[in-house]
């Protein structure tokens, strides 16, 4: 199936750095969604956003809906340990009404 | 919030007997429920989309006579991997989509097939 470019693969920062991810598509979503998922459990939703260059905030988190539909990108400020897992994009033509489309996953290590 | 319940979290069956994994939503009735598959290191992977009371719709690639699925109420979905081999060990995980409370995840459920 189809499966939305995520990157980078992995990071490895140090406690307090910032984080900057990204997802990039071919085709257009109307709604993206930003997941955490830690070893062992399902996906938990982080942000959710709607449309286009929509910018949202969830505490240390932002991310932003691109202009062109096709991309969207986290930001984590000032990393703190509980950061670590895997995070993944998620597009969906309507939210609620459509199958999602993942993205490949970014795994956030932080060294101490 | 919206709570997803899955069960079992784990299981480990013999090759070739078949496993039923439960997705209830807890707190809200869903109209649709999604089921993925995850492989180690790996994103999830659609397997199938189940709207209560009508048949799943299965993403290209899934044995639908495989992976058995029944939405009987707006409350519970299952997944039955019949027949389970080795290659089908993975971890499962379900979603449910219900209006405004978009897409909620259960906990997963790994399947070792030994």
């Known amino acids: 199936g189809q499966q939305l470019n995520q990157s980078p693969q992995s990071m490895f920062i140090q406690e307090g750095e910032d984080v900057s991810m990204n997802c990039t598509s071919s085709?257009?979503?109307?709604?993206w969604l930003w997941y955490k998922q830690d070893p062992g459990e399902g996906p938990v939703l982080l942000i959710a956003?709607?449309?286009?260059?929509e910018l949202t905030s969830n505490g240390r988190l932002t991310a932003q809906f691109g202009i062109t539909r096709k991309d969207s990108f986290l930001n984590i400020s000032a990393s703190i340990p509980s950061d670590v897992g895997i995070y993944f994009c998620?597009?969906?033509?309507?939210?609620?009404?459509?199958?999602?489309?993942f993205g490949t996953g970014t795994r956030l290590t932080i060294i101490p | 919030g919206a709570v997803v319940s899955q069960h079992p979290s784990w299981v480990i069956c013999k090759s070739g007997t078949s496993v039923k994994i439960e997705c209830r939503s807890l707190d809200f009735q869903a109209t649709t429920m999604f089921w993925y598959r995850q492989f180690p290191k790996q994103s999830l992977m659609l397997m199938a989309t189940?709207?209560?009371?009508?048949?799943?719709?299965?993403e290209q690639g899934v044995e639908k006579d495989k992976f058995l699925i029944n939405h009987a109420s707006l409350t519970l979905s299952t997944l039955t991997v019949t027949s389970a081999h080795p290659e089908d060990s993975s971890f499962y995980i379900c979603s449910a989509q219900e209006g405004m409370v978009g897409y909620t995840f259960g906990s997963g459920t790994r399947l070792t097939v030994v």
């Open positions: 189940s709207n209560e009371g009508s048949k799943a719709t299965y």
């Open positions: 085709s257009i979503f109307n709604t």
């Open positions: 956003l709607y449309k286009a260059g």
């Open positions: 998620a597009g969906a033509g309507n939210f609620g009404n459509e199958k999602l489309t």
